[in-house]
């Protein structure tokens, strides 16, 4: 045996690279909406349960939770955020970017341990349309990351339409959700959660610091929108 056999004897076997579309059953987690009242968090909860997923709509008032829980149905509760927060495995914040880190703030020990998914779009409004706002923090995503720190923070579900998740006649959303984060096993996890619902994929697109694009994005498809009066979604090719 030459010196070189036995470095390439000794030198460990390579892990062959893990399938990325080997994701895992999230079929048992329960999914919290923070203000699940609006139209991106009850959309997004209507899907969800209609996928089969136990879902708990969150408001600042539980009364307004339970009212959007009922008019969904599939099995929805409504609570109040904090209550929503403490009794979910993984937790969507789908408040206006306004009440964004305050909301956070003030939910940080219900958050705590629990897989936060942010989809906050920071953007502003003017006579020439939508455009992106610049947190502070980078991202809306990285502003819940630094108030979390007892948290695993992911972003997700920028992209969609409220209006074709809310409408119940429509069986597939033909849509792509890219997902950013930190941990590749929480990222599996969003990515699978958004493979629950028919049509839509779950793709990873980056660590949080990469987030800023993906949440000003919306600034263009809201141009879209207005161009061509559609409710534009995303596909990202050759994956
Ligand atoms: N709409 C879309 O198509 C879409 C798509 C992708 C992502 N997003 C993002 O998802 C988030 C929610 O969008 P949306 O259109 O559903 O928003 P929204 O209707 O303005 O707000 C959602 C809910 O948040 C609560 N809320 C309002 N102001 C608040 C504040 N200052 N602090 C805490 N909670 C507050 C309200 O619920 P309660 O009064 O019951 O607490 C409200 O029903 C936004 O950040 C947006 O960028 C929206």
């Known amino acids: 045996m030459t010196s070189t056999d036995s470095a390439a004897a000794e030198k460990p076997a390579k892990a062959p690279a893990k399938d990325p579309w080997d994701l895992p059953d999230v ?9 699940g009242t609006g139209p991106q968090g009850k959309g997004l909860a209507y899907r969800l349960a209609r996928s089969g997923q136990k879902v ?29 927060a403490r ?8 408040v ?22 942010d989809c906050v779009n920071p953007l502003g409004f ?12 980078g991202s809306a995503a990285e502003q819940a990351a630094a108030l979390l720190p007892d ?16 409408d119940p006649e429509i069986e597939e959303i033909d849509t792509d959700v890219m997902v950013l984060g930190e941990e590749r096993a929480d990222v599996e996890i969003v990515q ?6 028919p049509g839509m994929r779950g793709i990873f697109a980056g660590r949080l610091r ?24 995303l596909r990202v090719t050759d994956v």
């Open 96 to 117: 206006p970017w306004e009440g964004h880190g305050k909301t956070l703030e003030a939910l940080r020990e219900e958050l705590a341990g629990k897989l936060v998914v």
């Open 151 to 166: 948290s695993r923070v992911a972003a997700a579900f920028h992209h969609l339409s409220a209006v074709l998740l809310q």
């Open 126 to 137: 003017d006579k020439q349309g939508a455009y992106a706002l610049k947190p502070e923090e």
């Open 27 to 35: 079929s048992g987690l329960v999914v919290g909406v923070l203000g």
């Open 210 to 233: 990469n987030a800023h694009q993906v949440e000003s994005l919306v600034a263009n498809l809201i141009s879209v929108n207005r161009r061509y009066k559609a409710h534009a979604g």
């Open 192 to 197: 699978a959660l958004a493979g629950r619902i």
């Open 56 to 84: 708990i709509i969150g408001s600042r008032a539980a009364e307004r939770a339970q009212a959007a829980a009922d008019e969904l149905g599939h099995g929805i509760e409504g609570a109040e955020n904090a209550e929503c």
């Open 87 to 94: 009794r979910s495995d993984l937790v969507i914040v789908a």
